[in-house]
Antibody, heavy 117, light 108 residues
Framework: QVQLQESGPGLVKPSETLSLTCSVS????????WIWIRQPPGKGLEWIGYMYNNGRTKYNPSLKSRVTISADTSKNQFSLNLNSVTAADTAVYYCARAVDSHPFDVWGQGTMVTVSS | EIVLTQSPGTLSLSPGERATLSCRASQSVNRNFLAWYQQKPGQAPRLLIYGASSRATGIPDRFSGSGSGTDFTLTINRLEPEDFAVYCC?????????FGQGTRLEIK
């Protein structure tokens, strides 16, 4: 059974880079789709992007210029880097998994990231 | 980008009643790749329905999905106390993947 766990700083300063890691157990980051989603307080879900096919990526055009998703296969983890953050990037960040052309069937518990000086 | 509009914003019902939630897409959803999620406070979303009408593993049969093209419905029969939550739809057939804003199902 696949399980995911996000980790990273809960507070990031404006203009800096938000960096999160998702640790995967029960599955491998070299297969399937590995996804980042976020949810601002009191708002809906926003897809950030995903990594698939052992390293290929696809990003939401609204964030594409600031986002990088990558994997560390030796640790079976994948990561999110979001640069030049502002208060609008304050949100709960989730990692998730999808198999092939299916939706997101496994989610991490989420981690709250606040952008503030 | 496909915009998903959910209605109503809030639905107030009693346990034992039937809930009908709507999700309308701004353009046709490719291959009816439409999913429904349930989200409770402080928790991650839980996949209920995929492919518009297929139940995810472990989801009770009181949850059902229907629709195609641009109009989709989630029906919850015989509401249980644990069903009161926020429900959102998602289209995953076109990039960018998008979500609806959610329908809050509350106890009347």
């Amino acid at each position: 059974q696949v399980q995911l766990q996000e980790s990273g700083p809960g507070l990031v300063k404006p203009s800096e880079t938000l960096s999160l890691t998702c640790s995967v157990s029960g599955g491998s980051v070299t297969s399937d789709y590995w996804i980042w989603i976020r949810q601002p307080p009191g708002k809906g879900l926003e897809w950030i992007g995903y990594m698939y096919n052992n390293g290929r990526t696809k990003y939401n055009p609204s964030l594409k210029s600031r986002v990088t998703i990558s994997a560390d296969t030796s640790k079976n983890q994948f990561s999110l880097n979001l640069n030049s953050v502002t208060a609008a990037d304050t949100a709960v960040y989730y990692c998730a998994r999808a198999v092939d052309s299916h939706p997101f069937d496994v989610w991490g518990q989420g981690t709250m990231v606040t952008v503030s000086s | 980008e496909i915009v998903l509009t959910q209605s109503p914003g809030t639905l107030s019902l009693s346990p034992g009643e039937r809930a009908t939630l709507s999700c309308r897409a701004s353009q046709s959803v490719n291959r009816n790749f439409l999913a429904w999620y349930q989200q409770k406070p402080g928790q991650a979303p839980r996949l209920l329905i995929y492919g518009a009408s297929s139940r995810a593993t472990g989801i009770p049969d009181r949850f059902s999905g229907s629709g195609s093209g641009t109009d989709f419905t989630l029906t919850i029969n015989r509401l249980e106390p644990e069903d009161f939550a926020v429900y959102c739809c998602q289209q995953y057939g076109s990039s960018p993947i998008t979500f609806g804003q959610g329908t809050r199902l509350e106890i009347k």
